[in-house]
């Protein structure tokens, strides 16, 4: 399985090019060379051994539940290529559970849906863990405040979304323009039915209403650690 993943050539060019890059500066040229290739080379190392040890365990598990299961067939290469290329440049742990997820979820899936996959793996890429974190939310507005120790609500008549959002995540208070382009992103996404959270209504006919968009839902199904029988 490892030997599929060209990740460290691709790094190894990467290091490379930074490093001819870095020569080519007056006076600090070559010592930031070298600190690069001490500091940098070790750490893309690491990240891919840890990556590919965390798939590797995934799909154990999946070998050992599930019947016929195999790692060879096309769109599950194509997956682990996608998603490997991807954790080489991320470090932030929600968004490498959410493409080893990925890459886990393609290996047993029983319909095609090749390009879906693709696009979700690439929205994973272009989103923070905050896109991961909003969209759960507005799927589920109770289970994610219940898992925050956020319930039950205060008594709340009428309002908007905003206010559910910064009572489940208070360290979004006073950061509305950077949940506000959240929204839109994933409302242009296609993941998301809503593209504001300011509008004001009922407490159970909208500020706890799901938000989520059918397809946000199978995004999130995809980014959730299968559990085989």
Partial sequence: MTNQFPDTERAETLLGM????????????????????VVLGPQIER???????????????LEEHV????????????????????????????????????????AISSTPGEDEHELFIALIDTFTRWHLRVLAFLADKDGTADKRGKLPFPNWYMGGVSTVLEHVYPELEGRRSLYDLIVSDLHRAGLANIDTLHVTGTLEGYMLAKQSSEM??????????PKPE
């Fill in 18 to 37: 930074a490093k001819v890059g870095l020569s080519v500066v007056p006076v600090l040229g070559g010592a930031a060379s070298e600190l690069l290739e």
């Fill in 47 to 61: 990240r891919r051994i840890e990556w590919l040890n965390s798939l590797a365990e995934g799909l154990e598990k």
């Fill in 67 to 106: 019947e016929g299961f195999r790692v060879d067939h096309p769109a599950l290469v194509s997956a682990m290529l996608q998603a490997g290329v991807i954790a080489l440049r991320n470090h932030n742990e929600e968004k490498l559970a959410a493409l080893r997820n990925a890459v886990l979820n393609v």
């Fill in 216 to 225: 946000g839902d199978r995004f999130l199904a995809f980014i959730t650690e």
